[in-house]
């Protein structure tokens, strides 16, 4: 790989970074509503008694450097940023708002792991069978069963599997991630209990996304069964199955590797709001609470993660692409 390359993609990644952080800051303080004084207000109309509430609003602003100057809360900002220090979680204090995040973190990296594996594998697949020679027409037809659900909506994908399968049949839990009083341990029964209540907000993601999937690379299949590399693995004597996977299937989703990187924002954002509707205790749930609470600190840290996010699986793929396809090489 060419060492300018890579050197131009880094400096792409920590610029993008660095602007998102730039704007995660300025955004979060655009907003007139004091976060101190809002907390105390919420406290005083549900009927709690706040003596000294002045006092008590000057000493945590105090504490959370919101008194300083804007110059130097960005300052502080981005040298707080740098060593891993999001702040204080101003719902929960005085816990640090990185750990609220951490805590909800795995939840949300396996949902979206799995969600995008199974889409990803389960769309291209499925393109790929149906333009190929000698395969029954009836994956032809899962192509077209699957475009209707790429036009729903996330939420409402959700909405509806909910009623289905969790009011009106009962077939799974309307949200959560346990069993609410279930022994939790590292054995078969608590995964199975896990993987239940994962199955709806998983599906409301790969049903919103497979269909995408499969008519994409049933496009690009379709113009690369008349390339001359088909051509000579058949006279060659190959059989079917292995010029599918190893010719036609590994050129035909160079493509959408592509895609998923440009798409991935596109998932977190779904699954932010799949994780509000199941009361999934991931990111999007924490992200939801906060905006709620007004709590600044978690929602820059929220943000920060779904960039960071998108921006590391962009470059990684860009990165892998040489593996992908050997005769790819980087220039100048």
């Not at 880094?10 to 655009?30: C, D, E, G």
């Not at 207000?41 to 609003?57: D, H, K, L, Q």
């Not at 608590?190 to 409301?204: G, K, N, R, Y």
């Amino acid at each position: 790989m060419n060492p300018r390359y890579l050197g131009r993609r880094l400096a792409t990644f920590l610029l993008t970074i660095f602007v998102a952080s730039t704007l995660n800051f300025a955004i979060t303080r655009l907003t007139p509503q004091d976060p101190i004084a809002a907390l105390l207000g919420r406290m005083a109309s549900r009927g709690r008694t706040v003596e000294s509430g002045g006092e008590i609003v000057a000493r945590y602003r105090e504490r959370l450097g919101l008194d300083a100057p804007l110059a130097q809360q960005y300052v502080n900002y981005l040298r707080d940023l740098l060593q891993g220090d999001l702040g204080y979680s101003l719902a929960f204090f005085p816990i640090k708002a990185e750990a609220v995040i951490l805590r909800a973190l795995p939840w949300t990296l396996g949902l979206l792991s799995l969600a995008t594996l199974l889409a990803f594998v389960i769309g291209n697949l499925l393109g790929a069978l149906a333009v190929w020679p000698r395969v029954p027409a009836g994956f032809r037809w899962l192509v077209y069963l699957s475009m209707p659900f790429s036009a729903i909506p996330y939420y409402l994908l959700a909405l509806i599997l909910v009623y289905l399968f969790a009011l009106n049949w009962s077939l799974f839990p309307l949200g959560g991630s346990f069993t609410v009083g279930s022994d939790r341990g590292l054995n078969l029964e608590t995964l199975a209990d896990l993987l239940h209540h994962a199955a709806l907000p998983v599906l409301s993601v790969v049903l919103a996304v497979v269909g995408f999937w499969a008519l994409s690379m049933r496009g690009i299949m379709a113009t690369v069964l008349g390339d001359d590399y088909l051509i000579y693995a058949r006279a060659r004597g190959l059989r079917s199955r292995r010029i599918f996977s190893h010719y036609a299937m590994r050129n035909a989703m160079l493509p959408q590797v592509t895609a998923l990187a440009i798409d991935f924002g596109r998932l977190i954002s779904g699954q932010v709001l799949v994780e509000i509707i199941f009361n999934y205790p991931g990111v999007g749930w924490v992200l939801y609470n906060a905006l709620r609470a007004a709590d600044f600190f978690v929602i820059q840290g929220v943000t920060l993660f779904m960039v960071f996010t998108v921006a590391v699986a962009t470059l990684l793929l860009d990165l892998l692409y040489p593996l992908l396809d050997p005769r790819i090489r980087y220039q100048s």
